[in-house]
């Protein structure tokens, strides 16, 4: 009986048997399949990925970043400079739970879950990262958020951190044998903060240029990265043998300017001054470039902005706009606002040029043998072209007229619209747009800077193919087409220097860190314009605007005394925007001076404008002729610009009232030194206020020629200097030393040997006094 019970079971279990060998055949055969298909993948399909992963954990392959080339002024300041600095990065993979005793594990069991290491793991990294926050100064949590994540193999903790900072991180990694990777950087600083800032740009965070020269010259100034390879460590470290290769960085060449980092001071100084006082609120601009070479020795836009903190929006009224704004609004005015800073307005902007543009109307017509310069136009106060009414606007000192019959000459001093009408008409649209087109406003000039805005027809000019009788007549005199500043100023240099258009450049070399020059720029002219009589013609004509400052004269402010001086003012209406807000026919205005230094042989020029300004006068003769004067009272003399004797005053001169109250524009420190220019004074700003409180000398005394006259506008208390002793020095050099001293000189002789000071050594004098001394012999 048992025997035949236990026959089925005997069955059973063979049959179970069978299917186990058969199931463990399967899972062999599937198993095999799928490691063979997993090694086939690993070792075929992926092969060169999973090579390079092994060699990512095997070999350390660290950039080598170069350093970024450095940009110098003319005179050899740095503008801007990188610095090494270092970036801290970790490899949270490699940051493990700290290793257990045998004890430890045995407490344990013998094995650990995985929810006590990462425990652990975690305690650990919470230490480390207070740690890590007290040597960086950081937030402690910051760095736990980046290290607790053990999926990445790289997190950066910091950036530009200096070698101290750097040799620490590096010891604390060592003693605790942490992945921590210590790289080197570069740091880019701009040692004069908001100084020619559009022109130098600067660095996108990712660590390239992102504006300006910056981005212009960014394959220049980069350089080329390099590489080392070497065998990891377990932590991420180096391991010390002979299998490390090196590829060395090649650091970017340096850019030497054309710009001169004291000419741009004094154009900065004088253009902001103008900006605020004339509340401006479409900024400023100012151009002073080489007019036989294309050099631009300074180029400002004002306000501006910081280069070491670009982003933050430093006007005052256009950061107000972002009050109350949130989400996508408030992202699109900062976007809008920054981009608006950033700006370079001398080469992005387009604007009607104005009467400026008469210079251009007056060299065609001659240079092309339409008229000459005795050639006469009648102005009879109004003019119709096809409908459309013209006449002379004010001229800015209340003087709107009949100009009546005018020669070439005349008609620019008096910045007749209707004779100016008279005179394109008499050239004709073809003539009017050949030279339009020489002259470079139809295409843009090259200048090395990125974002110059490109000229379109239609759009910023009339072609001589949809010009019309109205296009013509309100072209010729700056009102119907829109340049940048830049187009210009290149222009206006083709129109008094021979009629050459030169090339704007601001880099004149690159050179290496060894100072070898790798490339030079040369001056280049592109083409002859107009001939050398037409530009000699014109020269004379626009000297003629200055008057040597005479009253009446419509460049009168821009004269200094000692200096022939050539310009053209210009006063644009912006039609294209429509009146003002509350007014049926008053137009935002752009108002505009350019002055040429010394205009019988020139060497420089100034552009200077305000865009939208809201003052007492809008008038390029008031606002911005001032602004070019006072910017050539200085410039010239730094430049060695000789004066011309036969234009300086001699002999004991009165001083102005620059105080008086009846008279607020004498007020203004800038417009008191337009007076002083203009009698040959040398002149020195005490305080930072904008009015003149007190000066000295006092108005009404008789100072010799050429005395400095002090101009305190933080306090009517003229301060009391030491007077140096001077006996015995020769008379040129005790001049120097009372100078220095903030004193004037009285000397009975230009050379020879001071024996007596009017002030004794040592006592007090008012600043600014007249010291006399007393010449004789011959110089010891």
Same mark, same amino acid.
């Given at each position: 009986?048992?025997?035949?019970?236990?026959?089925?079971?005997?069955?059973?279990?063979?049959?179970?048997?069978?299917?186990?060998?058969?199931?463990?055949?399967?899972?062999?055969?599937?198993?095999?399949?799928?490691?063979?298909?997993?090694?086939?993948?690993?070792?075929?399909?992926?092969?060169?990925?999973?090579?390079?992963?092994?060699?990512?954990?095997?070999?350390?392959?660290?950039?080598?970043?170069?350093?970024?080339?450095?940009?110098?002024?003319?005179?050899?300041?740095?503008?801007?400079?990188?610095?090494?600095?270092?970036?801290?990065?970790?490899?949270?993979?490699?940051?493990?739970?700290?290793?257990?005793?045998?004890?430890?594990?045995?407490?344990?069991?013998?094995?650990?879950?995985?929810?006590?290491?990462?425990?652990?793991?975690?305690?650990?990294?919470?230490?480390?990262?207070?740690?890590?926050?007290?040597?960086?100064?950081?937030?402690?949590?910051?760095?736990?958020?980046?290290?607790?994540?053990?999926?990445?193999?790289?997190?950066?903790?910091?950036?530009?951190?200096?070698?101290?900072?750097?040799?620490?991180?590096?010891?604390?990694?060592?003693?605790?044998?942490?992945?921590?990777?210590?790289?080197?950087?570069?740091?880019?600083?701009?040692?004069?903060?908001?100084?020619?800032?559009?022109?130098?740009?600067?660095?996108?965070?990712?660590?390239?240029?992102?504006?300006?020269?910056?981005?212009?010259?960014?394959?220049?100034?980069? *350089?080329?990265?390099?590489?080392?390879?070497?065998?990891?460590?377990?932590? *991420?470290? %180096?391991?010390?043998?002979?299998?490390?290769?090196?590829?060395?960085?090649?650091?970017?060449?340096?850019?030497?300017?054309?710009?001169?980092?004291?000419?741009?001071?004094?154009?900065?100084?004088?253009?902001?001054?103008?900006?605020?006082?004339?509340?401006?609120? +479409?900024?400023?601009?100012?151009?002073?470039?080489?007019?036989?070479?294309?050099?631009?020795?300074?180029?400002?836009?004002?306000?501006?902005?910081?280069?070491?903190?670009?982003?933050?929006?430093?006007?005052?009224?256009?950061?107000?706009?972002?009050?109350?704004?949130?989400?996508?609004?408030?992202?699109?005015?900062?976007?809008?606002?920054?981009?608006?800073?950033?700006?370079?307005?001398?080469?992005?902007?387009?604007?009607?040029?104005?009467?400026?543009?008469?210079?251009?109307?007056?060299? /065609?017509?001659?240079?092309?043998?339409?008229?000459?310069?005795?050639?006469?136009?009648?102005?009879?106060?109004?003019?119709?072209?096809?409908?459309?009414?013209?006449?002379?606007?004010?001229? @800015?000192?209340?003087?709107?007229?009949?100009?009546?019959?005018?020669?070439?000459?005349?008609?620019?001093?008096?910045?007749?619209?209707?004779?100016?009408?008279?005179?394109?008409?008499?050239?004709?649209?073809?003539?009017?747009?050949?030279?339009?087109?020489?002259?470079?406003?139809?295409?843009?000039?090259?200048?090395?800077?990125?974002?110059?805005?490109?000229?379109? %027809?239609?759009?910023?000019?009339?072609?001589?193919?949809?010009?019309?009788?109205?296009?013509? /007549?309100?072209?010729?005199?700056?009102?119907?087409?829109?340049?940048?500043?830049?187009?210009?100023?290149?222009?206006?240099?083709?129109?008094?220097?021979?009629?050459?258009?030169?090339?704007?450049?601001?880099?004149?070399?690159?050179?290496?860190?060894?100072?070898?020059?790798?490339?030079?720029? +040369?001056?280049?002219?592109?083409?002859?314009?107009?001939?050398?009589?037409?530009?000699?013609?014109?020269?004379?004509?626009?000297?003629?605007?200055?008057?040597?400052?005479?009253?009446?004269?419509?460049?009168?402010?821009?004269?200094?005394? @000692?200096?022939?001086?050539?310009?053209?003012?210009?006063?644009?209406?912006?039609?294209?925007?429509?009146?003002?807000?509350?007014?049926?026919?008053?137009?935002?205005?752009?108002?505009?001076?350019?002055?040429?230094?010394?205009?019988?042989?020139?060497?420089?020029?100034?552009?200077?404008?305000?865009?939208?300004?809201?003052?007492?006068?809008?008038?390029?003769?008031?606002?911005?002729?001032?602004?070019?004067?006072?910017?050539?009272? %200085?410039?010239?003399?730094?430049?060695?610009?000789?004066?011309?004797?036969?234009?300086?005053?001699?002999?004991?001169?009165?001083?102005?009232?620059?105080?008086?109250?009846?008279?607020?524009?004498?007020?203004?420190?800038?417009?008191?030194?337009? %007076?002083?220019?203009?009698?040959?004074?040398?002149?020195?700003?005490? @305080?930072?206020?904008?009015?003149?409180?007190?000066?000295?000398?006092?108005?009404? +005394?008789?100072?010799?020629? *050429?005395?400095?006259?002090?101009?305190?506008?933080?306090?009517?208390?003229?301060?009391?200097?030491?007077?140096?002793?001077?006996?015995?020095?020769?008379?040129?050099?005790?001049?120097?030393?009372?100078?220095?001293? *903030?004193?004037? /000189?009285?000397?009975? /002789?230009?050379?020879?040997?001071?024996?007596?000071?009017?002030?004794?050594?040592?006592?007090?004098?008012?600043?600014?006094?007249?010291?006399?001394?007393?010449?004789?012999?011959?110089?010891?």
């Amino acid at each position: 009986m048992n025997k035949n019970t236990n026959e089925p079971s005997n069955g059973v279990n063979r049959s179970l048997k069978v299917r186990s060998y058969v199931l463990l055949g399967l899972f062999l055969v599937v198993g095999c399949g799928v490691l063979i298909w997993r090694l086939y993948t690993w070792q075929i399909v992926r092969h060169d990925e999973m090579l390079n992963a092994a060699a990512s954990q095997q070999m350390k392959d660290m950039t080598i970043t170069p350093q970024r080339g450095q940009i110098y002024d003319a005179t050899g300041k740095v503008l801007a400079k990188s610095s090494i600095v270092w970036t801290i990065t970790a490899d949270p993979s490699q940051i493990k739970a700290p290793s257990l005793t045998e004890e430890e594990l045995d407490a344990m069991g013998g094995a650990e879950s995985d929810e006590s290491k990462a425990q652990r793991r975690a305690a650990r990294i919470q230490s480390v990262s207070q740690d890590l926050a007290e040597i960086l100064s950081m937030d402690a949590q910051e760095i736990y958020d980046k290290l607790i994540d053990d999926s990445k193999q790289y997190v950066l903790l910091a950036k530009q951190v200096d070698k101290p900072v750097a040799d620490e991180i590096s010891q604390y990694a060592s003693d605790n044998k942490l992945s921590l990777i210590v790289s080197q950087d570069t740091k880019r600083e701009y040692p004069f903060g908001a100084f020619a800032a559009s022109v130098l740009g600067f660095m996108h965070a990712d660590g390239y240029g992102f504006y300006g020269l910056e981005q212009y010259y960014e394959d220049v100034l980069a *350089g080329t990265p390099g590489r080392l390879v070497s065998q990891r460590t377990p932590t *991420g470290g %180096e391991v010390a043998n002979d299998d490390r290769v090196l590829y060395e960085a090649k650091d970017g060449d340096n850019l030497i300017l054309t710009l001169d980092a004291e000419i741009q001071a004094i154009a900065e100084k004088y253009l902001e001054n103008s900006v605020k006082v004339n509340n401006v609120s +479409e900024r400023g601009v100012v151009i002073v470039m080489d007019v036989n070479t294309g050099a631009i020795l300074a180029m400002a836009t004002k306000p501006d902005f910081d280069p070491n903190d670009p982003m933050t929006i430093y006007d005052p009224e256009r950061a107000a706009l972002l009050e109350g704004l949130e989400g996508e609004e408030y992202t699109k005015v900062q976007g809008e606002e920054r981009q608006r800073q950033w700006k370079n307005k001398t080469i992005t902007d387009l604007y009607t040029p104005g009467s400026v543009f008469k210079l251009i109307t007056t060299s /065609a017509l001659l240079d092309s043998g339409t008229a000459t310069v005795n050639s006469t136009f009648n102005c009879t106060g109004s003019y119709t072209v096809m409908g459309t009414d013209y006449s002379c606007a004010d001229n @800015g000192y209340g003087v709107k007229g009949v100009h009546g019959w005018q020669n070439l000459g005349q008609v620019l001093e008096n910045s007749c619209n209707i004779a100016t009408i008279q005179e394109a008409q008499l050239m004709g649209k073809e003539i009017f747009s050949d030279y339009y087109t020489a002259f470079g406003f139809t295409e843009p000039t090259g200048i090395d800077l990125p974002a110059e805005q490109y000229p379109r %027809e239609g759009v910023s000019y009339h072609s001589v193919d949809t010009m019309s009788a109205v296009d013509l /007549a309100s072209s010729s005199f700056g009102q119907a087409q829109k340049v940048t500043p830049i187009q210009m100023a290149t222009a206006v240099c083709a129109v008094v220097n021979g009629g050459y258009l030169v090339q704007p450049h601001i880099v004149s070399k690159i050179v290496d860190n060894e100072g070898n020059v790798v490339e030079e720029f +040369e001056p280049t002219a592109k083409r002859q314009v107009i001939s050398e009589e037409t530009s000699a013609a014109l020269r004379q004509m626009m000297e003629a605007v200055v008057g040597g400052g005479a009253d009446g004269a419509a460049g009168r402010n821009a004269y200094v005394a @000692g200096y022939h001086i050539g310009g053209k003012s210009g006063t644009s209406e912006k039609l294209d925007q429509g009146p003002r807000e509350g007014t049926t026919d008053e137009y935002e205005k752009v108002s505009s001076f350019v002055g040429v230094v010394p205009i019988d042989d020139p060497e420089i020029l100034v552009l200077a404008f305000v865009d939208e300004p809201h003052a007492e006068t809008e008038f390029g003769s008031m606002l911005s002729a001032p602004l070019v004067g006072n910017i050539i009272s %200085e410039v010239a003399p730094y430049l060695g610009i000789e004066t011309d004797p036969s234009l300086l005053p001699t002999g004991n001169v009165t001083v102005p009232n620059l105080v008086n109250p009846s008279n607020p524009s004498y007020q203004q420190w800038d417009m008191a030194q337009v %007076e002083l220019n203009k009698k040959g004074f040398a002149h020195r700003r005490v @305080g930072t206020g904008e009015l003149v409180l007190a000066q000295s000398p006092a108005a009404g +005394e008789k100072v010799p020629a *050429g005395s400095t006259v002090y101009l305190f506008t933080d306090s009517a208390d003229i301060p009391t200097v030491t007077v140096p002793g001077v006996v015995g020095k020769s008379a040129a050099l005790a001049r120097q030393i009372l100078s220095a001293a *903030g004193l004037n /000189a009285s000397l009975s /002789a230009e050379e020879g040997t001071v024996t007596a000071q009017s002030v004794a050594e040592n006592t007090g004098a008012k600043m600014g006094s007249v010291i006399e001394l007393t010449v004789s012999g011959a110089e010891g």
